[in-house]
């Protein structure tokens, strides 16, 4: 298999999961994106189609943070940041939009990062 019919298939199955997950202002959808180098977390209110907040390792201030850490460490701790960041802004339950990934490591850590920071799947 090459590397644009797994984009494909990962795009197809995302489309797939989005048919049944949607985000609303009180309950939005905690998006992942997970690329080679990075990882991005997005609460978006897809009602309004309106991201809410992000957070990812590729920002500068991030860039120091993580120097040290690695993987699924830097996917945990982007959960944590993203669940403090989601309930100071009053968003306590969210939806959770794997976006076509597996449900396993650096994924599945930021999952579990977001949970111990509290927020509700």
Known sequence: ?????????RVKRHLRIRGKVTGTVTKPR????RSINHMYGSLIDD??????LTVSSSSV????EFKAKHGMEIAYTIGEQLAQKAIAANYK???FDRAGYRYHGRV???AEGARKGGLVF
Request: glycine share 0%; net charge positive; proline share 0%.
């Open 47 to 52: 009602e309004n189609s309106k991201t809410l």
């Open 93 to 95: 339950e969210v939806v």
């Open 108 to 110: 599945e850590a930021l």
């Open 1 to 9: 298999m090459n590397k644009k019919h797994l984009k494909a298939s």
């Open 61 to 64: 201030a991030a860039k120091e």
């Open 30 to 33: 905690l998006c992942v994106f």
